[in-house]
């Protein structure tokens, strides 16, 4: 278990691959439609085209929930879950490109990519390699987490939990 201070975007890079994680601690919901998904999916393919020779796995933790868009349907799915399932579905990966490209601004490489790719493309260069990790808890709980973890290591040691803010 490794905790940071506070919420910070971090990255696994090895010599062929990397894992991008950006955190964000946001009131309120997130969907397909939101600016801050597409802020995301940018971000994440901008990283991926700019680092060919590296698989790029992106994963974006939110303390946000998951929000039904409100103008398209995923097969009674909200969008967020419709993108976990278009990983191994590809009628679902076609109507999430679909209404991305149309979201996507003109010049978004990401929409000319949904725009020309097939939808076994889309899954392998995409929706295979972004995670929406949502409704993660807030700080505080994690840091009553952390506090907890080294109480049981302090009486494990036969040493006083008093000790455990210090040792935080």
Known sequence: VIYLEGAEDYDI????????????????????????????????WALSCKEPSRRIVFHYLTTSSIA????????????????????????????IARYL?????????????LAAA??????????????????QPEIDVVKCSVDDRIAVLLAAQRRSTKLTSSVR
């Open 13 to 44: 890079v090895r010599s062929d691959s990397a894992i991008t994680v950006q955190v964000k601690q946001n009131a309120g919901s997130i969907s397909l439609g939101n600016a801050k998904a597409h802020e995301a999916l940018e971000n994440f």
């Open 68 to 95: 039904m868009e409100q103008d398209v349907s995923f097969d009674e799915l909200r969008g967020i879950e419709a993108w976990s399932a278009a990983q191994t579905n590809p009628e679902l990966a076609v109507k």
């Open 101 to 113: 490209k149309e979201k996507l601004p003109i010049t978004s490489s990401l929409r000319a990519f």
């Open 118 to 135: 097939t939808p076994d493309v889309i899954q392998q260069r995409l929706i295979k390699r972004f995670y929406w990790l949502t409704s």
